[in-house]
Each structure stands twice: as structure tokens, then as C-alpha cells.
């Protein structure tokens, strides 16, 4: 029952008890019937009574229908704000801006309008419009931003967008056709398209209509691997492709009515549009087209205005990277800011920087970005061999030159597939530290020219990526103990109490902790020196860690001592585990110089959480003093050292 039925039966109500209430009151007034008078009133009270009760709740349930409605709007709004700003993610990996995602949609809607499709279909092109890519988030951002053409490897990785993308869409369950846009915005009028080559009118009209206003808008704006056309030369190319790849009819309703459509597009949007006359269009510009042969060319054969355009977007490039680089000193972040900017300067397939580790004197990896990155991340280089070593021996860049020099112990099926090499050294004042390495499918893909932009890249980021990784080093160093290299004491405290919050937080899951010191150990620094002990202390700690589960952390704590943490370990299984490093570190034979070997005795001590403590604090203290106490019962009987008991807090209690 409505809101406004409910009042009107009321009313019925109210004159059904009323009128006759009336009249039986004016025959008994004129009868001087007490009774009947009486019987009137309360007749009339109680039908008033019962009309506002009634008016109440008929208020009361406006305000609850109304407020129904504002918290539906609100959550539909909600939606669809959340619908956009998962678009404009989506078009910010393409490298597209939330200008094309409001162009498109109002186009989508107007064409949608005038093609008369149903109300449901009009709200299924206007999510349509905002999310037909969400499948390209599975699609690998060097292909989506390529420059020039797919392969017909890039193009197979391409179509996956569309099938994944119906297939999140699917989920969603919207009440409209939104998946059939998403899946189906690719296919073609011939039935070449994909991912079903559906023909005609087997294709769903409104991702009919999707295709024909993201064409017409990403052809008109500039994008990484192709410039911005005119309208004219937008909509000629519209049309050369209508019976072919797209609805004729529906070309034809947006041409005549395009003027209009741009009209609606606020002014911000519609100067990222391209507004000149492009000289020689292009007849596949989208990535999501056939894939087609490379066309060598070089920079002289380009347009006055596409030289201008790229010199803007390298100037607007490197003015980002000036801006940006340094905000965060952390390596990863800063080194995978350059590739990404870099990318809108100068092209490649595979971006390399690389470091070098002062320990080791070769340079890895810090970040790979395009094809085969796992490949590349694990290559080792050694300064002085191949074209990356090199340049960093000599604090010189290099460009076209044989990349097979570089890409020794690639796979060769990897390595066949580059033909071009730039690479530009990282600098600081005592030389090279590092490289940034690109690599190319494309014969003579860099000119002298691409050498100067990369040096200018490396010249902005040099001192960023240097400041990063000294604090990455020093953050190391801070927590790392040099003779070594195992986590310090400060590290273990960090780890130690990491460890707890998860126990405590995973209802009391056990963990335990081994206190290890050497026996006698100062009589070898009295009788060896302080180098032979320390050249010790690095193979006890390496002899320790074998003994070890792979889950459980080890570090030096002071001196020679020693504590390992073991998550998920009760007192018997550490027990069992400090046992096994007893008898292992016992029974190695220690080599401290030619011909000459000793032995070592470690004390150990057990405490577990949370029997034996529920802070770092206390454990630590009970591992400690069950340590000391295993310690003095060996000295006390020596035989004790040949046995493979471990003092654990229980057993003293």
C-alpha cells in the first residue's frame, strides 16, 4: 500500500465514523438523551484519536521512505564514483587521462540517445563507457605504452583484456548490459574482431557504440605511440573503416552529429584533443588494432609538428623527473620513477639500472622494467666486460653497438630478439656507480641524439639514486653486524618483538629463543689475536646457521654471543634444534691458520613463549641466565661438554 492510499482510506475512516457519530449526536440533542449524547462524543473522540495516530504514522513512514531513497542515492552514487575512479586508474596505466573517460561517456550517451536503445542499455553504455578496459590491468604496461607497432606476441597479450575483462564484470552483476560492452567492444563488423569474431548484429549495440566513441576519442589526443589526429582526419578514418570494423549506421549517426557532441565537452577536456590537421594520419593507431610490420623511419622523417610535440613531452619529462626524483629515499621507489618517466622520453623494450655492490665489485640489477624482467634481474654484470660493464668502467656512454657483447649468458632466444643497445653511466664524484642500460628490438633504434637525452636523465637522477642508496646502506649498516653479516642487537630487538605481536595476535602461538656463547673464547684472541678470533667468529656464525630451520633468524648479540629466534617452536622442538647446533658446531674442526685447527664449546640456554615469558625482555633474561648456568656446569664437569643435553628453563624450575 502506498503512502497516499493510506491517507485517503483514512479519510474514508474518519467520515465513515464521524458523520454517523454526528447525526446520532444531534437526535439525541434533540431528544435530551444523556446516553446517546455521550455515546456520540466518545464516538467522535475516539475517531480523532484514531485519525491522528493514524497521521503520525503516515508521517513517520514518509520520512522513513524518504530517507530509504536519499541513503539509495547515496549508495548508487557511491557506486558510480567508485566505477570512475577505478576507470581512471585503469586509463592512467594506459597512459590516457579522466579527460577521455568524460568525453567518451558523454559521447557514449548522446550517440546511445539518438540510436533510441532502451533506458537499461543507456545506463549500461554510460558504466560501459568508463569501464570497457578493465581488463587491461592484467595487460603489462610496456605493451599497453609501446611505441609503434604490436607484435603478434604483444597483440595475442593485448586481446586477453577483453575476455578478463568481462570476466570481472561479470561478477559485478550489474542489473544492465555492461559486460557485453566489455567483452564484445573489440569484436568487428566483418567478424574479424575479437575475442569471439562475432559479425554484424551478433554484436550487442552498445558495445557497437563503444567502439565508434573510444576510437573517435583516443584518436584524438596524443598518445605515447602515436600523435593526436584532427577531427577531419579522425572521422575520415572513421569512415574508411565503417563496414569493416564498425556499424555503419552508427558511424554514420555519429558524424552527423559530432559538431554537437563536442559541443557538450567541457573546455578543460576538449584542448587535449588534438585541433590541428595531422599531416600523414595513420591507419592503425590503436593498440588494440591488428598488428602490422615495424616501419623504419627515423627522427627527420617526422612532422615540424610532431618534432615540436616530442620535444614537449621530453621537456615535460625530464622537468618531472627534476621534480620528483629525490622525494623518497627509498631505492626501489626512486629507481622505478626514472624507468616509468623514462619511458615517455626515449624508446625502449627492455629499461635496466643497475648498481654496484662494493663487496662483490659487480653490478646488479636495482630495477628491470619490459620484457623478460626476470631474466635480466638475475644477470650479474662484471665491471669492465661486456657494453653495460664498460660503461661503467669508463664513466662513458655507448649506443649502437653490438649488443651480443652485452647479453652474454642470456638465453638465445632472448638475446636474437634485441638488435639495439643504449647505455649511459650513473655518476658521482669518485666515477661511475651504476648504468642505465636500454635495450631495443628495432635495428638502429638510437641516434646521438637519444644519447644526449639519456645523459641528461642520468645527470638529474645520479645524485637522488646515490643519496638512496647510502641511506639504503646505512639503514643496513645500522642494522647489520659487518664481521658477519648476520642482524645485530639492535635488529634482533626489532625482530624479536615483530615476532611476539604475531604470536600474541595468533592466540599464543609458541615461540622460542636460544641463547649461544662460545666457551673460552678470549683465550683464542689471547693466544691467536683479535684477527684470527674474528675470522672465527664469521665461521661459528656460519657454522650456526646450517643447524638452523630455514624460518628461524640468527644474530650476533654481542661479543661472542649469539641468540636465535625460532617462530613456531615449542620448548621440545627448540630444544631438539639447539641440540643439533651443539653437536654440530662441536664436532667442526675450525680452521684458524695453515695446518692448524681447534675446537669449539657454545653454552646454551632455552626459553620459550609463553611459558617462560610473555616480553622480549624476560625471555631474553631466562635464555641468558640458563646460558650462564649451562656454561658453569661445564666448567664444573668437563665431561658435560661431550653431551649433547641443553639446559631449558624447566628443567631448573
Given at each position: 500500500m502506498?503512502?497516499?492510499?493510506?491517507?485517503?482510506?483514512?479519510?474514508?475512516?474518519?467520515?465513515?465514523?464521524?458523520?454517523?457519530?454526528?447525526?446520532?449526536l444531534?437526535?439525541?440533542?434533540?431528544?435530551?438523551?444523556?446516553?446517546?449524547?455521550?455515546?456520540?462524543?466518545?464516538?467522535?473522540?475516539?475517531?480523532?484519536?484514531?485519525?491522528?495516530?493514524?497521521?503520525?504514522?503516515?508521517?513517520?513512514?514518509?520520512?522513513?521512505q524518504?530517507?530509504?531513497?536519499?541513503?539509495?542515492?547515496?549508495?548508487?552514487?557511491?557506486?558510480?564514483?567508485?566505477?570512475?575512479?577505478?576507470?581512471?586508474?585503469?586509463?592512467?596505466?594506459?597512459?590516457?587521462?579522466?579527460?577521455?573517460?568524460?568525453?567518451?561517456?558523454?559521447?557514449?550517451?548522446?550517440?546511445?540517445?539518438l540510436?533510441?536503445?532502451?533506458?537499461?542499455?543507456?545506463?549500461?553504455?554510460?558504466?560501459?563507457?568508463?569501464?570497457?578496459?578493465?581488463?587491461?590491468?592484467?595487460?603489462?604496461?610496456?605493451?599497453?605504452?609501446?611505441p609503434?607497432?604490436?607484435?603478434?606476441?604483444?597483440?595475442?597479450?593485448?586481446k586477453?583484456?577483453?575476455?578478463?575483462?568481462?570476466?570481472?564484470?561479470?561478477?559485478?552483476?550489474?542489473?544492465?548490459?555492461?559486460?557485453?560492452?566489455?567483452?564484445?567492444?573489440?569484436?568487428?563488423?566483418?567478424?574479424?574482431?575479437?575475442?569471439?569474431?562475432l559479425?554484424?548484429?551478433?554484436?550487442?549495440?552498445?558495445?557497437r557504440?563503444?567502439?565508434?566513441?573510444?576510437?573517435?576519442?583516443?584518436?584524438?589526443?596524443d598518445?605515447?605511440?602515436?600523435?593526436?589526429?584532427?577531427?577531419e582526419?579522425?572521422l575520415?578514418?572513421?569512415?574508411?573503416?565503417?563496414?569493416?570494423?564498425?556499424?555503419?549506421?552508427?558511424?554514420?549517426?555519429?558524424?552527423v552529429?559530432?559538431?554537437?557532441?563536442?559541443?557538450?565537452?567541457?573546455?578543460?577536456d576538449?584542448r587535449?584533443?588534438?585541433?590541428?590537421?595531422?599531416?600523414?594520419?595513420m591507419?592503425?593507431v590503436?593498440?588494440?588494432?591488428?598488428?602490422?610490420?615495424?616501419?623504419?623511419?627515423?627522427a627527420?622523417?617526422?612532422?615540424?609538428?610532431?618534432?615540436?610535440?616530442?620535444a614537449?613531452?621530453?621537456?615535460?619529462?625530464?622537468?618531472e623527473i627534476?621534480?620528483?626524483?629525490?622525494s623518497?629515499?627509498?631505492?626501489?621507489?626512486s629507481?622505478?620513477?626514472?624507468?616509468?618517466?623514462?619511458?615517455?622520453?626515449?624508446?625502449?623494450?627492455?629499461?635496466?639500472?643497475?648498481?654496484?655492490?662494493e663487496?662483490s665489485?659487480?653490478?646488479?640489477?636495482?630495477?628491470?622494467d619490459?620484457?623478460?624482467?626476470?631474466?635480466?634481474?638475475?644477470?650479474?654484470?662484471?665491471?669492465?666486460?661486456?657494453?653495460?660493464?664498460?660503461?661503467?668502467?669508463?664513466?662513458?656512454?655507448?649506443?649502437?653497438?653490438?649488443?651480443?657483447?652485452?647479453l652474454?649468458?642470456?638465453?638465445?632466444?632472448?638475446?636474437?630478439?634485441i638488435?639495439?643497445?643504449?647505455?649511459?653511466?650513473?655518476?658521482?664524484?669518485?666515477?661511475?656507480?651504476?648504468?642505465?642500460?636500454?635495450?631495443?628490438?628495432?635495428?638502429?633504434a638510437?641516434?646521438?641524439e637519444?644519447?644526449?637525452l639519456?645523459?641528461?636523465?642520468?645527470?638529474?637522477?645520479?645524485?637522488?639514486?646515490?643519496?638512496?642508496?647510502?641511506?639504503?646502506?646505512?639503514m643496513?649498516?645500522?642494522?647489520?653486524?659487518?664481521?658477519?653479516?648476520?642482524?645485530?642487537?639492535?635488529?634482533?630487538?626489532?625482530?624479536?618483538?615483530?615476532?611476539?605481536?604475531?604470536?600474541?595476535?595468533?592466540?599464543?602461538?609458541?615461540l622460542?629463543?636460544?641463547s649461544?656463547?662460545?666457551?673460552?673464547?678470549?683465550?683464542i684472541?689471547?693466544?691467536?689475536?683479535?684477527?684470527?678470533g674474528?675470522?672465527?667468529?664469521?665461521?661459528?656464525a656460519?657454522?650456526?646457521?646450517?643447524?638452523?630451520?630455514?624460518?628461524?633468524?640468527l644474530?650476533?648479540?654481542?661479543?661472542?654471543?649469539?641468540?636465535?629466534?625460532?617462530p613456531?617452536?615449542?620448548?621440545?622442538v627448540?630444544?631438539?634444534?639447539?641440540?643439533?647446533?651443539r653437536?654440530?658446531?662441536?664436532?667442526?674442526?675450525f680452521?684458524?691458520?695453515?695446518?692448524?685447527?681447534?675446537?669449539?664449546?657454545?653454552?646454551?640456554?632455552?626459553?620459550?613463549?609463553?611459558?617462560?615469558?610473555?616480553?622480549?625482555?624476560?625471555?631474553?633474561?631466562?635464555?641468558?641466565?640458563?646460558?650462564?648456568?649451562?656454561?658453569?656446569?661445564?666448567?664444573?664437569?668437563?665431561?658435560a661438554?661431550?653431551?649433547?643435553?641443553?639446559?631449558?628453563?624447566?628443567?631448573?624450575?
Amino acid at each position: 500500500m502506498t503512502l497516499l492510499e493510506g491517507n485517503w482510506k483514512s479519510r474514508v475512516l474518519l467520515v465513515a465514523v464521524i458523520v454517523p457519530a454526528a447525526a446520532l449526536l444531534y437526535s439525541a440533542l434533540q431528544e435530551s438523551a444523556t446516553r446517546l449524547i455521550l455515546t456520540s462524543i466518545l464516538l467522535i473522540a475516539f475517531a480523532s484519536l484514531l485519525h491522528f495516530l493514524h497521521a503520525q504514522r503516515t508521517e513517520r513512514a514518509q520520512r522513513i521512505q524518504s530517507e530509504k531513497i536519499r541513503r539509495i542515492q547515496e549508495v548508487a552514487n557511491l557506486r558510480f564514483n567508485t566505477i570512475e575512479a577505478l576507470a581512471i586508474a585503469i586509463n592512467a596505466k594506459d597512459q590516457t587521462t579522466h579527460g577521455h573517460v568524460r568525453r567518451t561517456q558523454i559521447y557514449a550517451a548522446e550517440l546511445g540517445n539518438l540510436l533510441k536503445v532502451s533506458e537499461g542499455e543507456l545506463e549500461a553504455l554510460k558504466a560501459g563507457a568508463l569501464l570497457h578496459d578493465v581488463g587491461k590491468l592484467v595487460v603489462p604496461e610496456h605493451i599497453l605504452n609501446k611505441p609503434g607497432k604490436l607484435t603478434a606476441a604483444d597483440f595475442e597479450k593485448m586481446k586477453v583484456h577483453t575476455l578478463v575483462g568481462g570476466d570481472i564484470i561479470k561478477r559485478v552483476n550489474f542489473p544492465y548490459p555492461v559486460e557485453d560492452i566489455v567483452r564484445f567492444h573489440h569484436e568487428k563488423w566483418d567478424g574479424s574482431g575479437y575475442p569471439e569474431g562475432l559479425i554484424g548484429e551478433e554484436i550487442p549495440l552498445v558495445a557497437r557504440i563503444i567502439s565508434v566513441v573510444d576510437f573517435y576519442d583516443a584518436t584524438r589526443c596524443d598518445r605515447p605511440y602515436r600523435t593526436g589526429m584532427s577531427r577531419e582526419d579522425s572521422l575520415a578514418l572513421m569512415r574508411r573503416m565503417s563496414g569493416s570494423s564498425f556499424d555503419p549506421h552508427v558511424v554514420e549517426i555519429f558524424c552527423v552529429h559530432v559538431d554537437r557532441f563536442d559541443s557538450l565537452i567541457a573546455e578543460q577536456d576538449i584542448r587535449e584533443q588534438f585541433a590541428h590537421k595531422v599531416y600523414e594520419p595513420m591507419t592503425n593507431v590503436d593498440h588494440d588494432a591488428d598488428p602490422a610490420p615495424e616501419a623504419p623511419g627515423t627522427a627527420d622523417e617526422l612532422s615540424g609538428f610532431r618534432s615540436i610535440a616530442t620535444a614537449q613531452r621530453e621537456v615535460f619529462a625530464l622537468h618531472e623527473i627534476a621534480q620528483t626524483i629525490g622525494s623518497s629515499l627509498n631505492l626501489q621507489d626512486s629507481v622505478t620513477l626514472v624507468s616509468s618517466k623514462l619511458r615517455g622520453i626515449i624508446t625502449f623494450d627492455v629499461c635496466i639500472i643497475s648498481v654496484v655492490n662494493e663487496k662483490s665489485g659487480q653490478a646488479y640489477a636495482a630495477h628491470v622494467d619490459g620484457d623478460h624482467e626476470d631474466i635480466f634481474a638475475r644477470r650479474p654484470i662484471t665491471i669492465g666486460e661486456g657494453i653495460t660493464g664498460w660503461v661503467i668502467a669508463n664513466a662513458r656512454s655507448m649506443y649502437n653497438t653490438a649488443p651480443e657483447l652485452d647479453l652474454i649468458g642470456i638465453p638465445d632466444d632472448v638475446a636474437s630478439t634485441i638488435h639495439s643497445v643504449l647505455v649511459a653511466p650513473l655518476m658521482r664524484e669518485d666515477g661511475a656507480f651504476g648504468a642505465i642500460t636500454l635495450y631495443s628490438t628495432r635495428r638502429n633504434a638510437y641516434s646521438s641524439e637519444h644519447v644526449r637525452l639519456l645523459e641528461s636523465v642520468t645527470q638529474h637522477v645520479s645524485s637522488a639514486l646515490n643519496n638512496a642508496l647510502i641511506y639504503e646502506k646505512t639503514m643496513q649498516s645500522a642494522l647489520t653486524d659487518p664481521l658477519t653479516d648476520l642482524p645485530n642487537a639492535r635488529a634482533f630487538h626489532l625482530m624479536l618483538e615483530q615476532r611476539l605481536a604475531e604470536c600474541q595476535r595468533y592466540n599464543s602461538e609458541p615461540l622460542s629463543i636460544i641463547s649461544i656463547n662460545l666457551d673460552n673464547f678470549q683465550e683464542i684472541n689471547d693466544s691467536h689475536g683479535h684477527g684470527i678470533g674474528d675470522h672465527l667468529l664469521a665461521d661459528v656464525a656460519s657454522a650456526i646457521r646450517k643447524h638452523l630451520r630455514q624460518m628461524d633468524a640468527l644474530a650476533r648479540y654481542a661479543g661472542d654471543e649469539f641468540v636465535a629466534i625460532l617462530p613456531m617452536a615449542a620448548k621440545d622442538v627448540a630444544a631438539t634444534v639447539a641440540d643439533r647446533i651443539r653437536t654440530g658446531v662441536e664436532e667442526k674442526k675450525f680452521t684458524i691458520r695453515a695446518g692448524r685447527t681447534v675446537q669449539i664449546g657454545i653454552s646454551l640456554g632455552v626459553a620459550s613463549f609463553p611459558a617462560d615469558g610473555e616480553t622480549s625482555e624476560i625471555l631474553l633474561t631466562n635464555a641468558n641466565r640458563l646460558m650462564q648456568r649451562d656454561k658453569h656446569a661445564r666448567k664444573l664437569s668437563p665431561e658435560a661438554s661431550s653431551t649433547s643435553n641443553v639446559i631449558s628453563l624447566g628443567a631448573l624450575r
